[in-house]
Every structure is written in C-alpha cells, then in structure tokens.
C-alpha cells in the first residue's frame, strides 16, 4: 500500500534534529489515535480506499515541501560561510526556488471561519453599543449623571459604559483586519 510505503520511507529517513523528533513523536501519537479510531469503526471500501488517498497526499504534500525547504536548510547549516556569501546563496536559491507562504495554505481554512465570526461579533458589540446610547433607558437603570448639557439631559455612566462597548467593537475590528 502507498501509505505503508509513506510511513516507511518517513521513519527510515536520516534523524533529524530535536525539533523534528518532538514533531516525528506527535506525530506517532497521532497515527496511533488514527489506528485505534479505524480499528473502532466500521468503514466500508470506498471510505477506507477515500480516506487512504487523503492521508498519502498528505504525506505527498509534506515530501515535496520539504523538498522544496532543504536547498535553504543547506545554506542554513554550511557555518564556515561569510554574510555575504550566505546572502548570495540566499539570493540564488530564492531566484531559483519559487516558495512562498501559499506552500501552507491548508493550514488557513479555520482563519477565515475566525475572522467572520470575530467580524460579526466586532459589527454586533458596535451596534449595541450605539442601541445603548441612543435608545431612552428607564431612569432606575441611569445611575448617575456624570455631566449635565441641561437640566434635563447629560452623559451619565450607561453612556460611558455604551462608548466602552463600541471602542471594544472598533478594536476587534481593527485587529480581525491587522495582516499579522
């Protein structure tokens, strides 16, 4: 089978630093959880041929990243280079390697799920906040009356609660939308 050659070809490879140890353990743990759930369920053929298919283009799409990755990770480990020669390295091999961070593009599916909620969240405490300020409140509920335009009317602590409210829906706002 392809994903017995795969999970052979990955533990016969050369050993790699701590790092990748501690990612090559989580990953036996999970392939020991994926086992005990496949040997719990009851799959037919087709899901089991499905199911084999994603978990091989997964390591497929793991091999060719790290094809691509290991010319820098050379240049990376040769220390009796000077800067310069390093940077001229580093300049050759990003002309001659297209990477980019579209290599990960997997990993950003639940971003945009993220960034909708935090965005309907952000609009949500915004419009409350404005509710608050603009429809009449009974007068139990106005506790105190900070600073009086009239004798009638002034800014009292809802309003100030109410602004606080729209200023946190501004900030989820703005930081939903900061590219970091």
Do not use: C
Request: glycine share 4%; charged share 20%; hydrophobic share 45%.
């Amino acid at each position: 089978m392809k994903l017995n050659k795969l999970l052979n070809d990955a533990q016969s490879g050369p050993n790699q630093p701590d790092a990748n140890g501690q990612n090559l353990a989580q990953l036996e743990k999970k392939v020991a959880e994926l086992i005990d759930a496949i040997e719990q369920a009851d799959i037919d053929t087709q899901h089991s041929r499905h199911y084999q298919k994603q978990i091989a283009d997964a390591f497929q799409r793991s091999a060719s990243t790290q094809k691509r990755i290991a010319p820098f990770k050379e240049l990376d480990q040769d220390n009796n280079l000077s800067r310069e020669e390093l940077l001229e390295g580093l300049e050759k091999l990003l002309a001659e390697n297209q990477i980019d961070s579209r290599m990960n593009a997997p990993k950003r599916s639940g971003k945009l799920v993220q960034k909708g909620v935090m965005f309907i969240l952000a609009l949500l405490l915004i419009v409350v906040g404005f509710a608050m300020i603009i429809m009449p409140a009974p007068p139990s509920f106005e506790l105190f009356t900070v600073y009086y335009f009239n004798i009638n009317d002034g800014v009292t602590i809802m309003d100030l609660v109410s602004l606080l409210i729209i200023f946190g829906g501004v900030l989820l706002f703005v930081l939903n939308f900061n590219k970091k």
